[in-house]
Every structure is written in C-alpha cells, then in structure tokens.
C-alpha cells in the first residue's frame, strides 16, 4: 500500500472506489497498479466513502495546480 501523498495523479488515473461494507473484488484489486491508504492519526480505522473519494479527488487537482 501507498500513502496518498506520495501517489503521482498528475499523470492519466483511474480511481476505484468500493462499498464501504464490500470493499472492491479481488479481481480488480489484481489488476490495480496501485493500493493507496490515506493515513490518519489516532483511534480512526476507517472513513466513509464519500468523505475518502473528496480527500483523494482533492488531492489528484492539488497536484495537476501545482
């Protein structure tokens, strides 16, 4: 697995996101080039999946600005 931060989103992604109860399939986890975690201090083990797809999207247009 990656740190978000050190992904590179200035180049052409495709960013998967799976169910918060199912994950994605195995199958296309296989196939991925990357397994990025978004790292987080403290007691929290995990964040919903809407508020996980704005942290990346967010990141991916920070780094194309930059």
């Given at each position: ?32 080039d ?11 083990d995990s ?20």
């Open positions: 697995r990656k740190n978000i931060w050190e992904s590179d989103f200035k180049v052409p992604v495709a960013i998967m996101m799976g169910s918060e109860e199912d994950g994605i399939s195995e199958a296309y986890l296989k196939r991925s990357e397994h990025l975690l978004i790292p987080m201090p403290g007691d929290i964040l919903n999946v809407s508020v996980t797809t704005a942290i990346v999207v967010f990141e991916a247009i920070r780094q194309r600005r930059s």
